[in-house]
């Protein structure tokens, strides 16, 4: 790879699949035409090495990731803190008003006082002033295991779809998904800001709620009204605009053909779901078909205990399917599929 651009990432959760596979969508739906290769450090630290400088934070790649805790440009790296010291050797003119610094241990522990860390920094860019709230500039200390990356910070994550999780919402039901999952699966769809994508089993709208937050157009569609009601509710508690919805059974065709740009859903699979099976599944799945652009994705979250995935191979072309284990009675899959049919 020429003019290779390094970077470190921190993986959130313990999900590599998950978190690999939204860090990719979002890489390949914002940076079409670059690479990038990710290898593992040490345990949720990976390396990130890109043919290209990645864009400041206020890109929407940044404003939707979810699983990746942290992205940092490595500026150098050494067997410990004052071999840094040896060879550190900042630019000035790189950076600009305010700096702080920090450290993430990782396997490890450092025990350097963040005056000692800060010391370099301020005598090689004197220019700058300490921020320890705001700052321009973060520098992190990545400590492992006998070595140190010295880095500076180009995205953190703030976690802001934690205030929409379920127990934060005006209205919850048991089972009901949670936002960082859903957030994940909407992230696994080819949409952008302005996109249209509908959840046809959209319940109280965990899922809604995150879409909105990330500007995209969202449509919801649950037979039980009571539910639409729900979720109007919660969206006005978290002060986001109402998604349209619709009240119709979802194995009709209730939107036109070729409408939507990405279907996500949390399907049923409780009892009630079980008891209608195959009809339930597959009226879905043939509407959805037609609603659905053709080349366009559609993401479920099925439970261990359904047989939906062969019924949606009858339609759909798979992408990947990723394993979520939530307790020793359910595990989740995520099955990413393709609309191949013809225009």
Known sequence: MNNTHEYLLIMQGSNYEFFYQEFKNLFEIYFQSETFTLKQIQNTLYSLQTSFKL?????????????????????????????????????????????????????TKANIENSTLAYPIGKQLHHLKANLKEPNHLFQYIFIPNKVYFTHT?????????????VKRAINKPYTLKADMGRTCINLLDVKSGDIVLDPFCGIGGILLEGIDMNLEMIGNDINKSDLEHTKTNCTHFNLKEPTLYNADSKTQFLEENSVDGIVSDIPYGKSSRKLGVE?????????????KPNKKMVIIYGCFTNFKPLALKYFEEI????????????????????????
């Open 154 to 166: 180009i995205f953190e994550n703030q976690k802001t779809y934690l205030k929409r999780m379920p």
């Open 320 to 343: 990947t399917e990723i394993e979520q284990y939530m307790n020793s009675s359910l595990t989740r899959y995520i099955l990413v599929l393709k609309n191949t049919k013809k225009k």
């Open 55 to 107: 864009p400041n934070k206020s890109h929407e790649f940044f404003t939707r990731i979810t699983l990746t805790k942290g992205i940092y440009e490595l500026l150098f790296q050494a067997k410990d803190f004052d071999s840094i010291l040896e060879e550190l050797h900042l630019r000035p003119h790189l950076y600009s008003q305010t700096f702080a610094v920090s450290q993430i241990n990782i396997k």
């Open 280 to 292: 339930l599944y597959e009226g879905f799945l043939q509407s959805a078909q037609k609603m659905l």
